[in-house]
């Protein structure tokens, strides 16, 4: 594609899963901009809400129509942190609607009004563990989810090949710590003096209370622009800061100019970043879908925290999710928007961000230094038994060339189990710096940080062969994507070719060989061994249970492992009698 021609670039991605991947679904705390009706969750359009909300307070002369109803200012004043300092900590617009009575509190009534306010629906999951689904009920990758794992991405590698960037990143950490202390300190003072009246035991209680939401306050915007900070720096955002290395020099006659006209300039140009330049929208998302039949499985979760030179379970941390298995795949489109990323960096746009390749090489670049860290946080233990599946899966992912070599397939990361890592810069902390930012959330006394992993695990017998223990298998969310092209026919090919790559080099489960299935339409199904003493025998498939049938697409030309059935002839000689499906690469 001609790049200097064109001012988008469009590409379908196929994502694949390596370990299971789950992402919460919604559930009735989902927050501010939707309004729950059943099970039903409507996301509101904030233009069409805030004209609903102008229409009930005004009449065609502009004039109030009640003049104790003023809802416009009743809303604004609704969504303002003073407003709610003691009232629940989530701004909830049905609650607002309802309370007005600007909507009926009877749910098909209000559903009539709340239909024509939404830009789209979703649907409340029957529990917390359960995977996330869209409104008409079907499992989906939101984009959302894959676009701000790229954004991280990208920002680490500003961060990383930016001059002296590092040094502005430190300050801008330094900053919004200090920022943090004195915000809560002072937050904290004001609401100790209310509490006067209670006893100094209740009195502390209640401090480390609203200390504790006031750190997640602060670190809920810790990257994001926040006004209210206490110096320039601390209120700039992450995306502000990296960008501002990009800020175009002045391109005039420097000698026909004041420098302070050149001082203005380069000071407008930093307004319109925080203002106009946000990053991620040179990148648009789509939601990733999935295709065929997605491999569901309910898995076994704990928390393991990282102890002296030890792993341990973290008590009451077993969980039962709803995820994805390994090799499910999902597709998406990722638009590139070259017009936009030029009003970004003017004409010397980064080479990670000149391609949709390049941009999905510079995340798997950021992946693979995340696995590295990971599986150094293991090695940190001398006593990894519990974890050594997971140790091991980091270092066969690491050593691996294959992955790499795949055409297209880049490592990635998201959803749930990612922890901190993932999803913050803090790959560019030190120790200190990221054990300071771990407690803005969760103050702990360890030294590591982040100390604990979500893993999946699974039920094994303990040395007596009597008592169950959980054994970790696998870390969360690791996936490939995989660039198909904008042409719908060619990224089927594309996909085509990577799984049979794929299930051609994939080794056999121990015990098992690979078949290839030569007659679909027959029963039973004929296969063809491709390995091991009988390569080239042509056999039966034996399928142990109808859901195998109906779970697995036996197709001719799919690829499948068996384990092979022999039979002793008359004379001793044995033969091959038949074979049992075990599964598929």
Same mark, same amino acid.
């Not at 997640?216 to 700039?236: G, I, T, V």
């Not at 000149?354 to 946080?377: C, G, M, P």
């Not at 054990?435 to 590591?448: F, W, Y």
């Not at 169950?468 to 969360?476: M, R, V």
């Given at each position: 594609?001609?790049?200097?021609?064109?001012?988008?670039?469009?590409?379908?991605?196929?994502?694949?899963?390596?370990?299971?991947? *789950?992402?919460?679904?919604?559930? %009735? /705390? +989902?927050?501010?901009?939707?309004?729950?009706?059943?099970?039903?969750?409507?996301?509101?359009?904030?233009?069409?809400?805030?004209?609903?909300?102008?229409?009930?307070?005004?009449?065609?002369?502009?004039?109030?129509?009640?003049?104790?109803?003023?809802?416009?200012? @009743?809303?604004?004043? +609704?969504?303002?942190?003073?407003?709610?300092?003691?009232?629940?900590?989530?701004?909830?617009?049905?609650?607002?609607?309802?309370?007005?009575?600007?909507?009926?509190?009877?749910?098909?009534?209000?559903?009539?009004?709340?239909? /024509?306010?939404?830009?789209?629906?979703?649907?409340?999951?029957?529990?917390?563990?359960?995977?996330?689904?869209?409104?008409?009920?079907?499992?989906?990758?939101?984009?959302?989810?894959?676009?701000?794992?790229?954004?991280?991405?990208?920002?680490?590698?500003?961060?990383? !090949?930016?001059?002296?960037?590092?040094?502005?990143?430190?300050?801008?950490?330094?900053?919004? *710590?200090?920022?943090?202390?004195?915000?809560?300190?002072?937050?904290?003072?004001?609401?100790?003096?209310?509490?006067?009246?209670?006893?100094?035991?209740?009195?502390?209680? =209640?401090?480390?209370?609203?200390?504790?939401?006031?750190?997640? @306050?602060?670190?809920?915007?810790?990257?994001?622009?926040?006004?209210? #900070?206490?110096?320039?720096?601390?209120?700039?955002?992450?995306?502000?800061?990296?960008? #501002?290395?990009?800020?175009? =020099?002045?391109?005039?006659?420097?000698?026909?100019?004041?420098?302070?006209?050149?001082?203005? +300039?380069?000071?407008?140009?930093?307004?319109?970043?925080?203002?106009?330049?946000?990053?991620?929208?040179?990148? $648009?998302?789509? /939601?990733?879908?999935?295709?065929?039949?997605?491999?569901?499985?309910?898995?076994?979760?704990?928390?393991?925290?990282?102890?002296?030179?030890? *792993?341990?379970?973290?008590?009451?941390?077993? #969980?039962?999710?709803?995820? !994805?298995?390994?090799?499910?795949?999902?597709?998406?489109?990722?638009?590139?928007?070259?017009?936009?990323?030029? @009003?970004?960096?003017?004409?010397?746009?980064?080479?990670?961000?000149?391609?949709? =390749?390049?941009?999905?090489?510079?995340?798997?670049? *950021?992946?693979?230094?995340?696995?590295?860290?990971?599986?150094?946080?293991?090695?940190?233990?001398?006593?990894?038994?519990?974890?050594?599946?997971?140790?091991?899966?980091?270092?066969?992912?690491?050593?691996?060339?294959?992955?790499?070599?795949?055409?297209?397939?880049?490592?990635?990361?998201?959803?749930?189990?990612?922890?901190?890592?993932?999803?913050?810069?803090?790959?560019?902390?030190?120790?200190?710096?990221?054990?300071?930012?771990?407690?803005?959330?969760?103050?702990?006394?360890?030294?590591?940080?982040?100390?604990?992993?979500?893993?999946?695990?699974?039920?094994?017998?303990?040395?007596?062969?009597?008592?169950?223990?959980?054994?970790?298998?696998? %870390?969360?969310?690791?996936?490939?994507?995989?660039?198909?092209?904008?042409?719908?026919?060619?990224?089927?090919?594309?996909?085509?070719?990577?799984?049979?790559? $794929?299930?051609?080099?994939?080794?056999?489960?121990?015990?098992?060989?690979?078949?290839?299935?030569?007659?679909?339409?027959?029963?039973?199904?004929?296969?063809?061994?491709?390995?091991? =003493?009988?390569?080239?025998?042509?056999?039966?498939?034996?399928?142990?249970?109808?859901?195998?049938?109906?779970?697995?697409?036996?197709?001719?030309?799919?690829?499948?492992?068996?384990?092979?059935?022999?039979?002793?002839?008359?004379?001793?000689?044995?033969?091959? $009698?038949?074979?049992? +499906?075990?599964?598929? %690469?």
């Amino acid at each position: 594609m001609d790049k200097t021609t064109t001012s988008k670039e469009t590409a379908i991605i196929e994502l694949e899963t390596l370990t299971p991947l *789950f992402i919460k679904g919604k559930d %009735p /705390d +989902y927050g501010e901009g939707t309004y729950l009706i059943g099970n039903k969750v409507y996301i509101l359009d904030n233009d069409k809400l805030c004209k609903f909300i102008y229409d009930q307070t005004y009449d065609e002369d502009r004039k109030i129509k009640n003049q104790n109803n003023d809802y416009v200012k @009743e809303y604004s004043d +609704y969504l303002s942190k003073s407003y709610h300092s003691d009232r629940t900590n989530k701004l909830s617009i049905k609650s607002f609607l309802v309370e007005k009575g600007l909507i009926s509190n009877n749910p098909k009534k209000a559903e009539e009004v709340i239909r /024509d306010m939404a830009k789209g629906i979703t649907y409340v999951s029957e529990a917390k563990r359960s995977f996330i689904i869209d409104g008409l009920a079907k499992p989906y990758i939101p984009g959302s989810s894959i676009k701000g794992a790229i954004r991280n991405a990208i920002l680490w590698k500003m961060l990383n !090949t930016v001059e002296d960037q590092k040094s502005k990143f430190q300050n801008f950490v330094d900053e919004k *710590f200090k920022c943090c202390e004195e915000w809560t300190h002072t937050e904290v003072s004001e609401y100790i003096k209310s509490l006067s009246e209670l006893s100094p035991q209740n009195q502390k209680e =209640e401090e480390e209370k609203y200390k504790k939401k006031k750190r997640r @306050e602060f670190a809920s915007r810790f990257s994001r622009k926040d006004d209210k #900070a206490s110096s320039p720096l601390a209120k700039a955002s992450l995306d502000s800061i990296t960008l #501002a290395a990009f800020s175009p =020099e002045f391109a005039g006659n420097k000698a026909l100019v004041t420098p302070k006209y050149i001082k203005d +300039y380069n000071e407008q140009w930093e307004k319109a970043s925080d203002i106009h330049r946000d990053l991620s929208r040179i990148i $648009r998302i789509t /939601d990733a879908n999935f295709i065929e039949r997605a491999k569901w499985k309910k898995i076994d979760i704990a928390t393991y925290n990282l102890r002296g030179e030890r *792993f341990q379970k973290r008590d009451n941390t077993f #969980a039962k999710l709803e995820a !994805t298995d390994k090799t499910t795949k999902a597709w998406l489109r990722i638009t590139l928007d070259l017009d936009l990323a030029r @009003e970004f960096f003017g004409n010397s746009i980064p080479t990670y961000l000149q391609s949709i =390749e390049n941009i999905l090489k510079t995340v798997s670049e *950021f992946f693979y230094a995340v696995a590295r860290e990971e599986l150094d946080f293991y090695g940190k233990a001398t006593h990894v038994g519990s974890v050594h599946a997971v140790k091991k899966w980091y270092e066969e992912l690491l050593r691996s060339a294959e992955l790499e070599g795949q055409e297209g397939a880049q490592l990635f990361r998201l959803g749930w189990g990612g922890g901190m890592m993932t999803k913050t810069q803090f790959l560019h902390l030190d120790e200190k710096d990221r054990k300071r930012s771990r407690d803005l959330m969760n103050p702990r006394d360890e030294t590591v940080a982040p100390q604990s992993r979500c893993l999946q695990t699974e039920k094994v017998n303990g040395n007596n062969n009597r008592n169950q223990e959980d054994k970790a298998l696998h %870390p969360l969310g690791w996936c490939t994507l995989r660039y198909l092209g904008s042409n719908i026919a060619k990224a089927k090919d594309a996909s085509a070719n990577a799984e049979a790559k $794929r299930q051609a080099t994939e080794p056999a489960p121990p015990g098992c060989v690979r078949a290839t299935i030569m007659d679909d339409e027959s029963f039973p199904i004929k296969i063809k061994i491709e390995e091991g =003493e009988y390569q080239n025998s042509n056999t039966n498939l034996k399928i142990m249970e109808l859901q195998d049938l109906q779970n697995t697409q036996f197709k001719k030309g799919v690829v499948v492992f068996v384990q092979l059935n022999e039979q002793q002839g008359k004379k001793g000689k044995k033969s091959l $009698r038949n074979a049992t +499906y075990r599964g598929k %690469p």
